[in-house]
């Protein structure tokens, strides 16, 4: 049978109390819900689902006005033919001049009459490749600012250039639309708040405060008008400016 001193024993013992007792600790931390990082974890899990953002609405309104052009751009010309390049090119200068000098004994501002093309191109007879003339083309943008003279202007410009007068296009324009903008933001909230008050009686919450406004951007929808032919002996072409209408439309996002 093993002898064991007395020492030693004494020591053995004290290892063994040691390892129970740490053994002990250990079981009483496991069961006492572990370390305080472990139980912090484990509050936050159980309070995420109750912890949840407060509801928004989020919508869209659009704001409309009406307003009447106050300005006129029209893209004219000359077009003629002749029998070489340099006798077509002087007939079209030499109408063009009247065309700009017509425009401007009616108030057109020099600076807004403005050269917007050249062109010259041979004329072939049938089955031919050796061109019998030229024909000239220069063009003419001009901006005409008094509406209520933009009818006799055109009518001089067209007098002026002939038969040799060409128009390609007119536009109506709003130049100061800053006040119609400013009306038609503030029926875009409107209309934006209207929409959103539906969906909260909808939802059966109660519409809070805004949290953001973000515009969406703004358009101007002219209303075209065909520019009737001009006759000679005329007063003035007929002019109707018609309305155009501003639209501004914003996001807009709600607590409910």
């Known amino acids: 049978?093993?002898?064991?001193?007395?020492?030693?024993?004494?020591?053995?013992?004290?290892?063994?109390a040691a390892a129970l007792l740490t053994g002990a600790?250990?079981?009483?931390?496991?069961?006492?819900?572990?370390?305080?990082?472990?139980?912090?974890?484990?509050?936050a899990h159980q309070l995420t689902p109750g912890a949840s953002a407060?509801?928004?609405?989020t919508v869209t309104g659009t704001g409309t006005v009406t307003g009447t052009p106050n300005q006129l751009v029209l893209s004219m010309g000359v077009q003629?033919?002749?029998?070489?390049?340099?006798?077509?090119?002087?007939?079209?200068?030499?109408?063009?001049?009247?065309?700009?000098s017509a425009l401007q004994g009616l108030g057109v501002a020099s600076a807004d009459i403005q050269t917007s093309g050249l062109s010259i191109y041979p004329s072939y007879p049938d089955s031919s490749r050796v061109p019998d003339g030229y024909q000239v083309t220069e063009s003419l943008t001009a901006t005409l600012r008094q509406l209520d003279k933009a009818?006799?202007?055109?009518?001089?410009?067209?007098?002026?250039?002939?038969?040799?007068?060409?128009?390609?296009?007119?536009?109506?324009?709003?130049?100061?639309?800053?006040?119609?903008?400013?009306?038609?933001?503030?029926?875009?909230?409107?209309?934006?708040?209207?929409?959103a008050e539906q969906f909260a009686r909808a939802a059966g919450e109660q519409l809070g405060q805004v949290i953001s406004i973000t515009p969406v951007g703004s358009s101007s929808l002219p209303v075209l008008n065909q520019l009737p032919s001009a006759s000679a002996g005329s007063a003035a072409v007929p002019i109707s400016p018609g309305s155009q209408q501003v639209s501004e439309s914003v996001t807009v996002v709600y607590a409910v």
């Open 1 to 16: 049978m093993p002898q064991f001193n007395p020492s030693y024993r004494a020591a053995a013992m004290g290892v063994a």
């Open 25 to 43: 600790f250990a079981t009483g931390t496991a069961l006492g819900g572990g370390s305080g990082a472990q139980a912090a974890t484990t509050a």
């Open 54 to 57: 407060a509801g928004r609405i």
């Open 80 to 100: 003629v033919n002749g029998g070489s390049v340099s006798a077509a090119l002087a007939q079209a200068n030499q109408a063009t001049e009247h065309v700009t």
């Open 151 to 195: 009818g006799q202007q055109i009518q001089a410009a067209a007098d002026a250039g002939g038969n040799a007068i060409t128009v390609s296009d007119v536009s109506l324009n709003l130049t100061d639309d800053g006040p119609l903008l400013a009306i038609a933001r503030a029926n875009a909230m409107k209309d934006a708040r209207a929409k």
